[in-house]
Nanobody, 126 residues
Framework: VQLQVSGGGLVQAGGSLRLSCTAS????????MGWFRQAPGKEREFVAA????????LYIDSVKGRTTISRDNAKNTVYLQMNSLKPEDTAVYYC????????????????????WGQGTQVTVSS
């Protein structure tokens, strides 16, 4: 499976962007999809995750209320809709897939995600 990420760009503070991550093969029902980001000089950070089967979601506190992760089963695509963007949201954003055969809960740990897409730059100007 390969992941194709798109949708990054330059936006002013308060603006919106929608990131897309499309898998080259169907996502299995027990998989989780996640979005992470890495700002310059900082460690990679969890942003949001979703269970493919039920679309249960998990967000980092700093994006709650401004960001929505969703999926389109037919398109094998997960989205990250980001609104009210802030300069501190500036980062390279990555999507990732986690196999979850034991159906454990959503996690914020990137180490548990086994497949990563290429990053897309999101820059929010003040």
């Amino acid at each position: 499976v390969q992941l194709q990420v798109s949708g990054g760009g330059l936006v002013q503070a308060g603006g919106s962007l929608r990131l897309s991550c499309t898998a080259s093969e169907p996502i299995l029902s027990n998989y989780h999809m996640g979005w992470f980001r890495q700002a310059p000089g900082k460690e990679r950070e969890f942003v949001a995750a979703l269970t493919w089967r039920e679309a249960r979601t998990l967000y980092i506190d700093s994006v709650k209320g401004r960001t929505t992760i969703s999926r389109d089963n037919a398109k094998n695509t997960v989205y990250l809709q980001m609104n009210s963007l802030k300069p501190e949201d500036t980062a390279v954003y990555y999507c990732a897939v986690r196999q979850n055969p034991n159906r454990t809960p959503l996690t914020t740990s990137g180490a548990l995600f086994h497949l990563w897409g290429q990053g897309t730059q999101v820059t929010v100007s003040s």
